[in-house]
C-alpha cells in the first residue's frame, strides 16, 4: 500500500492531469453501482454501498470478470449511462484531471439488448455534464471486444459511422482477450475507422508477448498502445517504440491486479520510461481496482523513482497523445506550464 502521507501528496492534487486510458464500464464505484442497481433491480448480493465494498476485494480474473459484468447489467438506460458519466466525472475534477479518454464497449451493450440510441443519448448528456458540472472535458474511445464480436462483421464500426453513434468519438480501440484473437484479425474494422478520421488505439502486450504490439502496430497501424508491457520482451520492439515515438498506456495497479506482474513494486513501467518509450500513467478500471490517476502517480514516485520533473514530462508526453481539440490541448499545456512555474523544483 502507498503511503499516502508522503510529502509529494499535495504537489501531486495540484497537478493537472491527462488520463488516456480509462473505462466507463470499470469507473462504477459502489455508490454508483448500488444506485444503478437498486434503480434497476439487479441482485448484487449486498444490501448496501459498504457491504458492496466487500465484492471489490477479488481475488483472481475470473472474479474480476464477475463483478465487471454484474456492473455492466446495472447499465440500461440512458439516464443509467449519464449517472455512470457525471459519477467518473466528478471523481476525475476531485483529482484535476482535465481531460479524460474514456473507453466504452458498445457492442457489450448492443448485444444486451441496450436500445443503442439510449446509449448514446446517455453518454452525450453524461459528456455534457460533465463539463458543464465538473469542467472536465470527456472523450470517447469505442473499442471491439475481441472475444465477442466476429471480426467479419465489423459491427463497431459500423455502429461508429452510423447515425447512433454518440458525439466525441476520437478513436476505435480493441480490448477483450488477447490470446488466440490477434490484432490482423480486426485489419479491416480499423482501416475504415482510421479513412473516417478516427485514431487506431488497441490494447496489446498486456496479457500476451510482443507479437501482439508488433501485429497491432503493422496491422492496425496503432497510434498508442493499451498497456504493452509485455514489449519489452523484443528489444527491436522498444526500438522501434522509441523512433517512432509510440506511447504506452500503462497501468500499474491493473497489470498486479489480474497477475500480469507480480506486484505494483515490480512493474516495468521504470523500465520502459528509462528505454526511452514514452509512457503515460492510467488507472483502466479504477473502481474494481480501487486506485486513481493520482495513486498511480504516487506509486510511479514512490516505487518506481518518478521525480517530479518525470511526472509532470509524462502529463506532457498524454496531453501530446491525446485527440482533444487544438484549443483544450493549448488550455491544458498553458496549466501545466504555469502549474510548473509555480511550485517549487526541488520536490521528492
Request: negative net charge.
Given at each position: 500500500m502507498v503511503d499516502q502521507t508522503d510529502d509529494i501528496t499535495p504537489w501531486l492534487a495540484r497537478l493537472?492531469?491527462?488520463?488516456?486510458?480509462?473505462?466507463?464500464?470499470?469507473?462504477?464505484?459502489p455508490a454508483t453501482l448500488f444506485q444503478l442497481a437498486q434503480r434497476n433491480g439487479v441482485e448484487l448480493g449486498a444490501d448496501s454501498p459498504a457491504a458492496l465494498t466487500a465484492l471489490y476485494q477479488f481475488n483472481d480474473f475470473n472474479d474480476f470478470v464477475r463483478l465487471f459484468l454484474a456492473g455492466l447489467a446495472t447499465l440500461r438506460t440512458a439516464e443509467d449511462f449519464t449517472d455512470a458519466t457525471v459519477a467518473l466525472a466528478a471523481e476525475l475534477a476531485e483529482q484535476n484531471v482535465r481531460y479524460a479518454e474514456v473507453t466504452t464497449t458498445p457492442g457489450n451493450h448492443h448485444r444486451r439488448g441496450i436500445d443503442m440510441a439510449e446509449y448514446r443519448d446517455g453518454l452525450n448528456e453524461g459528456r455534457r455534464r460533465a463539463r458543464a458540472e465538473h469542467g472536465v472535458d470527456l472523450a470517447w474511445v469505442c473499442d471491439?471486444?475481441?472475444?465477442?464480436?466476429?471480426?467479419?462483421?465489423?459491427?463497431?464500426?459500423?455502429?461508429?459511422?452510423?447515425?447512433?453513434?454518440?458525439?466525441?468519438?476520437?478513436?476505435?480501440?480493441?480490448?477483450?482477450?488477447?490470446?488466440?484473437?490477434?490484432?490482423?484479425?480486426?485489419?479491416?474494422?480499423f482501416a475504415r475507422a482510421r479513412a473516417a478520421g478516427l485514431a487506431s488505439l488497441p490494447h496489446a502486450g498486456e496479457t500476451v508477448g510482443a507479437a501482439s504490439v508488433w501485429g497491432a502496430l503493422r496491422a492496425l497501424r496503432a497510434n498508442r498502445i493499451g498497456h504493452g508491457i509485455r514489449s519489452l520482451d523484443d528489444p527491436a520492439l522498444l526500438d522501434h517504440l522509441v523512433a517512432h515515438d509510440i506511447p504506452l498506456?500503462?497501468?500499474?495497479?491493473?497489470?498486479?491486479?489480474?497477475?500480469?506482474?507480480?506486484?505494483?513494486?515490480?512493474?516495468?513501467?521504470?523500465?520502459?520510461?528509462?528505454?526511452?518509450?514514452?509512457?503515460?500513467?492510467?488507472?483502466?478500471?479504477?473502481?474494481?481496482?480501487?486506485?486513481?490517476?493520482?495513486?498511480?502517480?504516487?506509486?510511479?514516485?514512490?516505487?518506481?523513482?518518478?521525480?517530479?520533473?518525470?511526472?509532470?514530462?509524462?502529463?506532457?508526453?498524454?496531453?501530446?497523445?491525446?485527440?482533444?481539440?487544438?484549443?483544450?490541448?493549448?488550455?491544458?499545456?498553458e496549466e501545466l506550464t504555469d502549474f510548473a512555474a509555480s511550485t517549487s523544483a526541488d520536490q521528492p
Open positions: 493537472p492531469k491527462v488520463e488516456l486510458h480509462l473505462h466507463l464500464e470499470g469507473s462504477l464505484r471491439i471486444s475481441r472475444e465477442s464480436e466476429d471480426p467479419g462483421s465489423e459491427w463497431t464500426v459500423d455502429y461508429l459511422l452510423g447515425p447512433t453513434a454518440p458525439d466525441g468519438v476520437v478513436g476505435l480501440g480493441l480490448g477483450g482477450v488477447e490470446d488466440g484473437y490477434p490484432p490482423e484479425l480486426f485489419t479491416s474494422s498506456e500503462v497501468a500499474p495497479t491493473s497489470n498486479a491486479c489480474l497477475k500480469l506482474v507480480p506486484s505494483v513494486a515490480e512493474h516495468p513501467l521504470a523500465h520502459l520510461a528509462d528505454a526511452g518509450v514514452p509512457v503515460t500513467l492510467n488507472t483502466d478500471d479504477p473502481a474494481y481496482f480501487q486506485t486513481t490517476l493520482t495513486t498511480e502517480l504516487l506509486v510511479a514516485h514512490r516505487l518506481h523513482g518518478f521525480t517530479t520533473e518525470r511526472l509532470l514530462a509524462a502529463q506532457h508526453t498524454a496531453l501530446a497523445a491525446c485527440y482533444a481539440d487544438p484549443a483544450t490541448k493549448a488550455r491544458i499545456r
